[in-house]
């Protein structure tokens, strides 16, 4: 839509009405009177329900001013206003005429925050709208150190949120500032589900073991059966390197050249990878519980021999995927992409493995200052987190990256989602994958093992994870900063403890397995040297 100034004698010289918010509460109006405020009061995110035609519309966000007057917590009290452009539309100089309760809509730029919001007020507007000229919402702030007054709230909403306004031609509009609750079920039930993957993941070859004591043994000519091999990526010290800074590249490529287009390209890259994943997840545990499925083998063009169960499968995995694709913008689409997700990290987790403890610190200290670089100290260099920046997606076309577990928050006034990266789950299952092998091979219980009590420091710092982000207003935290510290903090601290820091550093499982097989069994059943 677009603006014209014009000398008119009118009240409003836009001509301009956008019956689209706001929020001037008859309480307010008592209690802020008289009252002055401050340049250090504290910027509160706030939301903003629009009404078309009588019918309420889509809810907007937007964020405070420092200087504000107090806005409600909810949205009971707070009367319809409406909102127009006043002339100059800037709101940088004294209006030609008086708003008369009013809200002023208004573009940021060209003067002052607290500039605009005392002309506003002098103008007789009930409030002051401020529309980024990005998609990003900046705290409006100021540095005067007497008290201020200004008696009108003061908001920003981003580009986006301006443009839904203008579009809105009737109806009115409140805008209220919600609290989120204290404790976040969705955090809680992202929680359960990150625990529960890094756990399973671990301990994948012994619930997909196949059970052979219900067989038959035939002890003069014994049953052969043949072994799937995976196969397993080992990682070295320079792999583990080269991989962080990799990632740290892609990451920085996203953050500069994000569009629809480039997440559709993630979007194909997550469902070849889910699809194989899921795959071989149900093909594993088909198998572990039914041995004498999918025998029958078929020929398929261009893919060879495989058995008619891995074939179903495979259509089943695929056809799953299409679906979630199709529907990933609805409401339920978490879901699909949570499942997709989960067999994707176990499926990972069976295929690259870590040596050692000395590999390991390598791989998560670099993931652990990789995450705290892209969430805390990127802004210096770039203009926001690319972390976060990245994490969000491209808002034009409401894409997101798929490459996360997702779980909606119900009961939180501002709706979205709570989330939680991939790496965040498969950094530390690589260690935790590591420390299962090595308890076997030490032949070491669930006491004195190290598995159960890194999976306790993994499920502690993922609650230290959303306690920070409780503490930091819902700003994005780096997991691995809280994770790393009780993960491989813990197996070093019960290394030193119990004298074995040394044998886990040096620790190399092909070393072990080639000790194993200098033992040979004799026909008597006795094994000797």
Request: proline fraction near 4%.
């Amino acid at each position: 839509m677009k603006r014209h100034n014009r000398n008119t004698s009118s009240i409003f010289p836009t001509l301009i009405v956008i019956y689209g918010m706001f929020f001037f509460i008859q309480s307010l109006t008592a209690s802020a009177a008289g009252s002055l405020t401050s340049c250090d009061d504290i910027s509160v995110p706030v939301m903003i329900k629009i009404w078309v035609n009588g019918v309420e519309g889509q809810k907007l966000e937007g964020q405070s001013a420092t200087f504000s007057a107090k806005i409600a917590e909810t949205a009971d009290g707070v009367a319809k206003q409406s909102v127009v452009v006043p002339n100059p539309s800037n709101c940088c100089s004294n209006l030609s005429s008086q708003l008369n309760g009013y809200t002023a809509l208004a573009p940021r730029g060209d003067c002052d925050y607290l500039v605009k919001a005392k002309v506003a007020q002098a103008g007789g507007a009930a409030g002051l709208v401020v529309i980024s000229d990005t998609q990003d919402i900046v705290e409006m702030s100021c540095s005067e150190k007497s008290g201020l007054d200004i008696n009108i709230p003061v908001v920003m909403i981003s580009k986006l949120g301006g443009d839904a306004l203008n579009k809105s031609l009737s109806g009115g509009g409140k805008v209220y500032a919600p609290e989120s609750p204290l404790i976040d079920p969705a955090a809680a039930f992202l929680w359960l589900i990150a625990v529960g993957t890094i756990v399973c993941a671990s301990l994948w070859s012994d619930i997909t073991k196949i059970n052979h004591t219900n067989e038959p043994y035939n002890q003069l000519s014994p049953k052969v059966e043949e072994e799937e091999e995976n196969e397993i990526i080992e990682m070295s010290t320079m792999s583990a390197v080269v991989f962080v800074i990799t990632a740290s590249t892609f990451l920085v490529l996203l953050y500069l050249f994000m569009s629809s287009w480039f997440i559709w390209l993630l979007i194909v890259f997550f469902c070849i990878g889910a699809v194989e994943g899921m795959h071989s997840c149900i093909v594993a545990l088909l198998k572990s519980k039914c041995r004498s499925c999918g025998q029958k083998a078929v020929n398929v063009p261009f893919f060879g021999t495989t058995t008619v169960m891995s074939l179903l499968v495979l259509l089943f995995c695929m056809a799953f995927a299409v679906f979630w694709v199709w529907t990933r913008k609805e409401s339920y689409s978490w879901v699909g992409q949570d499942i997709l997700g989960v067999c994707l990290i176990i499926a990972v987790l069976q295929l690259a493995q870590l040596p050692n403890i000395k590999v390991a610190t390598v791989l998560l200290c670099c993931a652990f200052a990789y995450d705290i670089f892209w969430v805390f100290i990127s802004p210096i260099f770039f203009h926001d987190s690319v972390m976060i920046s990245v994490a969000a997606g491209d808002s034009s076309s409401g894409e997101t990256i798929p490459m996360v577990l997702r779980f909606p928050r119900v009961f939180d006034p501002w709706g979205g989602y709570s989330i939680l990266g991939f790496g965040d789950i498969l950094f530390p299952g690589l260690l935790l994958s590591f420390t299962v092998r090595f308890d076997k091979a030490k032949k070491k219980t669930w006491h004195d093992g190290y598995f159960l009590w890194l999976a306790i420091g993994y499920a502690c710092g993922l609650l230290l994870t959303y306690l920070g982000l409780y503490l930091m207003n819902g700003h994005g935290q780096p997991a691995l900063l809280y994770l790393v510290p009780c993960t491989l903090g813990t197996c070093i601290i019960l290394g030193l403890v119990r004298g074995e820091l040394k044998e886990l550093w040096n620790y190399n499982n092909n070393n072990n397995n080639n000790n194993a097989n200098e033992y040979k069994q004799t026909p008597g059943g006795e094994e000797q040297a």
